[in-house]
């Protein structure tokens, strides 16, 4: 039996061939960025431009320091409205297509409607909802629109790609509707579903942002697009950009963490998190 | 659901038969006529293979045996014994059925030995009994030391090994292979025809085999049975005599040929004069 195959020997030529290409594509964009700050901050030294048109990176840093106290507030207020939007989109949009996956009738009647609610522009809906729910909720339900159609779809077409013939084998062994569920096509969606979720992510970062500028002018929120509108009316252009850099760094950091989620739950079988180590 | 394995708790068929097809006729959605009428009778203990040309209906017929789909016309009856103990659990029409497919058809998100476990764990089967069971069918195919191992690791008959033990962890009168190894080398092909010969002299299980290699069947069957092209019906009917047990020096006797020889001229008809 040919049970472990030696590495043929392209494969480990190309791993040899990777590890410098691997250093640049991290070095790459890092001296990019480096090569910009400095041309910034030295076209704003050259032209002593005043900070309140364009500050430069050193004074978006500073500002990003003395201001911690207020902006930190802000980041966590920000963050928390964008995980609660989050956590409603997985749940609502995972329990969602597993309702229309067992009920032909429900998916007719509703889908329609979830599309609709993606193809809307957010930032339309949002002053309706500031109207009708209290801040924190319309807030939150701003995310939740934005990001739980990824999720529902991700999740809906996992869900129908399940093997033909292991289903066939699961009803040839009298398994009812609910092993099917548990055993069969939960885990076949799951790397669709965490596909999903890497982009509800990103999108709840932006309906919580969207909704917190439409809330702005209301005055009682506290997160971190509210800062940047503040700051616009105020010509506090450095904070603006420090609010920015933060805002830019935690969308960074939920694709990160759902990114490495992914590759956590699926590296022992699925081709997607295979390459990577192979 | 009326599945036509059910029928035999009020349908017994005759003595010493572990499937029996009556008529059987298989029309689909689209108005394809794939199937039948088809009659066919196996015995307990029979190794009996399907061969056909692609399209033929002999999966249909697989599937129509196993449960998995019924047929428009006709009556399938799978017997079940009486007398003999079955697994906690395991009771039902559907688990005195093993069924292996042309493709390994494992969940790839979990281990071998949970491949493996898949029919007890849904029959909810003691943990620890089903253990048991589960490294006695991979010691049955050889493959006790890769229960922890998942499906990617494996080599393409390993998988088809695994997939036969799945089969087997039920403890099923009557297999059914749907070109098992169709999609295989031959030499790993060869192989598993050794295995699989050797598992039904020891086990004794009815076993229904489709195909479409004429060498397989001769070299496996007791009795190969050849189907005309769509609509599948009976062809040709064909007994194996060969010295028990049969090894590689049946392969290479004068007799393997002449079956090869005769089998594959009934096969004629289905391939002579049609566009393809």
Not at chain 1, 4 to 15: E, F, N, R, V
Not at chain 1, 97 to 104: D, G
Request: hydrophobic letters at 50%; a positive charge.
């Amino acid at each position: 039996m040919n049970t472990l195959q030696p590495p043929s020997l392209a494969a480990g030529q190309a791993k040899v061939g990777s590890r410098p290409l691997f250093l640049a594509r991290i070095l790459l964009p890092v001296i990019v960025l480096a090569a910009g700050i400095a041309t910034w901050e030295f076209v704003v030294r050259l032209h002593d431009i005043p900070s309140y048109v364009l500050p430069a990176p050193s004074v978006v840093f500073q500002t990003l320091l003395a201001d911690w106290p207020v902006l930190s507030q802000s980041l966590l207020t920000t963050l928390l409205t964008t995980l609660e939007g989050f956590l409603a989109a997985a749940v609502g949009g995972v329990a969602l297509a597993l309702l229309f996956n067992q009920s032909k009738w429900l998916e007719y009647s509703l889908f329609p409607y979830a599309v609709i609610l993606q193809v809307t522009p957010v930032i339309a809906i949002a002053p309706l909802l500031l109207i009708y729910l209290p801040q924190q909720t319309a807030v939150v339900a701003c995310a939740w629109i934005v990001a739980f159609f990824p999720v529902l779809s991700n999740t809906t077409l996992g869900l129908n790609s399940v093997d033909r013939n292991l289903a066939g084998l699961f009803q040839l062994y009298g398994a009812s509707r609910l092993q099917m569920l548990r055993y069969l096509k939960l885990p076949a969606a799951l790397p669709f579903i965490l596909g999903g979720l890497r982009i509800a992510g990103g999108l709840s970062l932006i309906g919580a942002v969207v909704a917190e500028i439409a809330a702005g002018s209301a005055g009682a929120g506290s997160g971190l697009a509210y800062r940047i509108a503040e700051s616009g009316y105020r010509l506090n252009i450095p904070r603006m950009f420090a609010a920015l850099l933060l805002l830019s760094a935690a969308g960074i950091v939920i694709y990160a963490l759902l990114a490495l989620t992914s590759y956590l739950v699926l590296r022992r079988w699925h081709e997607s998190a295979i390459g990577k180590d192979n | 659901m009326v599945e036509p394995a059910a029928l035999s708790d009020f349908e017994a068929p005759r003595a010493g038969l572990a499937v029996s097809l009556r008529g059987v006729t298989k029309v689909y959605d689209n108005g394809v006529m794939a199937l039948g009428p088809l009659d066919l009778d196996v015995r307990k203990g029979e190794f009996v293979s399907l061969l056909g040309p692609s399209g033929c209906g002999k999966s249909t017929a697989l599937r129509l045996i196993a449960g998995l789909s019924a047929p428009t016309l006709g009556s399938v009856v799978v017997s079940r014994p009486v007398s003999v103990a079955r697994p906690a659990g395991a009771a039902g029409a559907g688990h005195s059925i093993g069924f292996v497919f042309q493709e390994p058809t494992l969940m790839p998100w979990t281990s071998v030995r949970e491949n493996v476990r898949l029919p007890l764990k849904l029959s909810h089967a003691p943990a620890r009994e089903a253990a048991e069971r589960v490294s006695a069918a991979l010691t049955l195919v050889g493959l006790a030391e890769f229960a922890d191992a998942y499906p990617r690791e494996l080599s393409g008959g390993m998988k088809m090994r695994v997939s036969l033990a799945r089969a087997l962890v039920t403890d099923p009168d009557i297999l059914l292979m749907d070109e098992p190894f169709a999609a295989l080398d031959e030499i790993t092909r060869f192989r598993l025809n050794n295995d699989l010969l050797a598992l039904w002299r020891n086990l004794r299980k009815t076993i229904i085999f489709v195909t479409h290699s004429v060498f397989e069947s001769v070299y496996l069957s007791q009795r190969v049975i050849v189907m005309t092209a769509r609509p599948g019906r009976i062809g040709a009917e064909f007994r194996i005599e060969a010295p028990e047990p049969r090894a590689e020096a049946f392969r290479t006797s004068a007799d393997y040929a002449g079956y090869c020889r005769t089998v594959s001229g009934a096969l004629a008809p289905s391939y002579q004069g049609q566009s393809v």
